[in-house]
């Protein structure tokens, strides 16, 4: 996401007006800035990075998750763990 920069006022993120306690406020956020297909480009990364992360997930941390959930039964199961 390093075209972020390119494209948008990150200031905003440091200005009350716009996010206060950790709450957005009404005020609408400026536009991006559309330069020689960017945004476009902006746009095809973020749905790559997302493809990306969500297969991550799928074939490597939920599968991960069910096998620490076995193990841990397991380990009470074998030293009589109590809750």
Not at 12 to 30: E, H, Q, R, W, Y
Not at 48 to 61: A, E, P
């Amino acid at each position: 996401v390093a075209m972020l920069d390119e494209l948008t006022d990150m200031t905003v993120l440091a200005d009350t007006s716009f996010i206060k306690n950790g709450k957005l406020m009404n005020k609408p956020f400026p536009q991006l800035r559309i330069e020689n297909g960017k945004l476009t480009t902006f746009f095809n990364k973020i749905l790559i990075f997302r493809l990306i992360t969500s297969s991550y997930i799928g074939n490597n941390l939920v599968p991960q998750l069910e096998n620490s959930k076995r193990l841990i039964e397991f380990l009470k199961n074998k030293y009589n763990i109590q809750n």
